[in-house]
DNA sequence: GTGTTTTGGTTCGATATCGCACCATTTAGT
DNA sequence: ACTAAATGGTGCGATATCGAACCAAAACAC
């Protein structure tokens, strides 16, 4: 099943849908509960990012509708791993703060998969990893770009 | 928002994430009824890999679990695109056989999402596209092949 | 300043996704 | 052949996802 496609761009879609779904199926493996890719890429991104950004603000890094992360957020309020704060400067507005066992939970996270990155480290060349990521990032950046563009 | 990544290989799990998160998007919005990227993936595979195909095969080819297959086939059955006759070589098994409904959809989808490729075209080289593809698509057989390791 | 539009967020309803348990058939082991 | 294990598929239940409609606050008219 080559899977062959007459037009590079559509193959990139594809493929970025493949990839997805099996990073997705490698991280929910190895969470427990009800936790979902969904809640580490938010914790993560936090931690990483920005800790306190709004809830529209991580909707729009993960490129999923609001109503998706209100419910993501809440979730991820239940487990007690982020605390929702009334933005000063905004009354509609909030922020989302990491709490102590949500870094707990994103460094549990990190050690669980841990040896699946070691593993794919072994049979990849880091280098050409490297290589095509700017090129990829660019063109993420640039569907972001048209999707803002179109409504 | 730079979202820098320490390891190359987490950072291609995320582009993929956004990009398919777009892609399915873009796509969606020109579907009509309850129609999704996921039956429209089903139908393009159908058309181009191999009509007749098993479930079990369709599952494979796009990594997603036998039962959200089996939801997705009966969504394509009930819009009549689909056809799904029992497999002669096996008693347990099916194939699913495109219709012309399903081919016409297809082609009607096809059309519909053919601006915007037009668009992406126009913003993107499509050369920088076709160099990074075989490193990418290595990548996801690895880690393809990875995952049949890990059951 | 008052009315209009935009923006941040939630509620609600429909449905997609997926794990678990199950059945039928096929394959493997001996 | 006979049992055990593996495989292809479905039913069911829980929950994630997302669009539509909504509310409140803010930004923009003029």
Do not use: Y
């Amino acid at each position: 099943m080559p899977e062959i496609h007459p037009d590079p761009f559509v193959a990139l879609f594809f493929e970025a849908g493949i990839i997805n779904q099996i990073g997705t199926t490698f991280l929910e493996k190895r969470l427990s509960d009800g936790l979902l890719a969904s809640h580490f890429g938010v914790v993560n991104h936090l931690m990483r990012v920005r800790d306190g950004a709004t809830p529209l603000e991580l909707a729009r890094a993960f490129q999923v509708p609001k109503t998706t992360m209100t419910h993501t957020l809440a979730g991820l309020e239940k487990h007690g791993f982020v605390q929702m704060r009334p933005n000063p400067d905004d009354k509609r507005s909030k922020q989302v703060w990491l709490t102590d066992a949500g870094r707990a939970f994103r460094d549990e996270t990190l050690a669980a998969v841990g040896p699946i990155f070691a593993e794919i480290a072994r049979r990849f060349d880091r280098k050409d990893a490297e290589d095509i990521l700017p090129t990829l990032t660019a063109f993420r950046q640039m569907i972001d770009q048209l999707r803002d563009e179109m409504d």
